[in-house]
Structure formats: structure tokens, C-alpha cells
């Protein structure tokens, strides 16, 4: 119930036009372009709700999420590795949308301009089954992170296990 208020919250304030990016007052965790720019992905956090919404840049979504921290899933970088990478998953019903970004740190540390070094990807799986992989387009990356995600699942009293590499009640 929560999470249908909050999208009629957000859905109600917002214009065709507005419906790209970040609403209000949120914390973009995610931006990026796929098939040549015609198409942006979006991930934000507003308080307690991350919101995803995947459709045609400049336009209306074709599909918008929201869900309440404790229903995503989210995987931390462990903070090893050549890579930087964390991915997280919003669920409906039998449907899976990964977002997940990943950037070589050691190319990363040489460039100043680490947006061509972020990669990107959307995955959508149906009972776990890959129906499709979308690239993000080059540059196209936002270098936000997931942190605040990470904390605002803490706040809703999850932990990581960083044994088990899964949230657990706290």
C-alpha cells in the first residue's frame, strides 16, 4: 500500500516532461542512456522509496517502480578488486530489473573525466531467466552511487552480511 501511495505521490506532481530523472526533492542513485540515447534508465531515492523508471528520453515512462528500500534488492561493492561495481534489483511480480554499474578503478584514478570509464547495464529476467540485456551508451553513466541506498536500507533495519553477501533484519 505504501508503495502505490508513494508512486501516485510522485505521479501526481509530475508532467509528461518531468518524467525523466530525479522528482522533487530525490537522490539520484542512477542515470543513464541506452539504444542511442532514444531510451534512459533512472534510479532514485526519495526518503524511504526507490524509484525506477526506464522509458523513452524526454518522455513518459514506460515503466516506473517504486518500492520501499526494504524491498530492493542491492549488492555493495565489497571494496576489493580492480573493478568498482554494485548492482541493485527492483522486483515485480515474476519480473526482475537489475541495474548495476561498474567502473576500472585503476583507468579511473588516470582520468579526471570518469564518466567514459563508467559502464552500465539493465537486465530484465523473468523467474530469473535473462529476457533482456540493455548496455548503457558510452558517457552516458552518472557517477552517483549506491549509498544511499545502502544507508536507507540500514534505516529500515537491514544489515549487510558481508559473510553471506545478503541483507538480513538487523
Known amino acids: 500500500m505504501r508503495t502505490c501511495i508513494a508512486v501516485l505521490a510522485i505521479l501526481s506532481h509530475t508532467t509528461p516532461a518531468q518524467a525523466e ?3 522533487g526533492a530525490g537522490t539520484e542513485l ?11 534508465a533512472d534510479v532514485c531515492l ?11 528520453t524526454g518522455g513518459e515512462a514506460d515503466l516506473l517502480l517504486a518500492r520501499g528500500v526494504d524491498e530492493v534488492d542491492m549488492t555493495p561493492w565489497p571494496g576489493v578488486g580492480r573493478t568498482i561495481w554494485e548492482d541493485m534489483t527492483f522486483h515485480n511480480g515474476d519480473h526482475g530489473y537489475t ?9 579511473a584514478e588516470d ?22 540485456e540493455l548496455e548503457c551508451d558510452p558517457g552516458s553513466v552518472s ?7 545502502f544507508e536507507a536500507k ?10 553471506a553477501f545478503a541483507w538480513a533484519k538487523c
Open 21 to 23: 530523472g530525479c522528482f
Open 30 to 40: 542512477f542515470h543513464c542512456t541506452v539504444e542511442a540515447g532514444r531510451k534512459t
Open 46 to 56: 526519495q526518503g524511504d522509496v526507490a524509484v525506477y523508471r526506464f522509458g523513452p
Open 99 to 107: 541495474i548495476s554499474r561498474a567502473m576500472d578503478r585503476m583507468i
Open 111 to 132: 582520468d579526471p573525466d570518469q564518466s567514459m570509464d563508467m559502464r552500465g547495464t539493465v537486465v530484465v529476467t523473468k523467474r530469473n531467466e535473462t529476457l533482456s
Open 143 to 149: 557517477f552517483g552511487d549506491f549509498y544511499p541506498l
Open 154 to 163: 540500514e534505516a529500515a533495519g537491514q544489515c549487510w552480511d558481508r559473510e
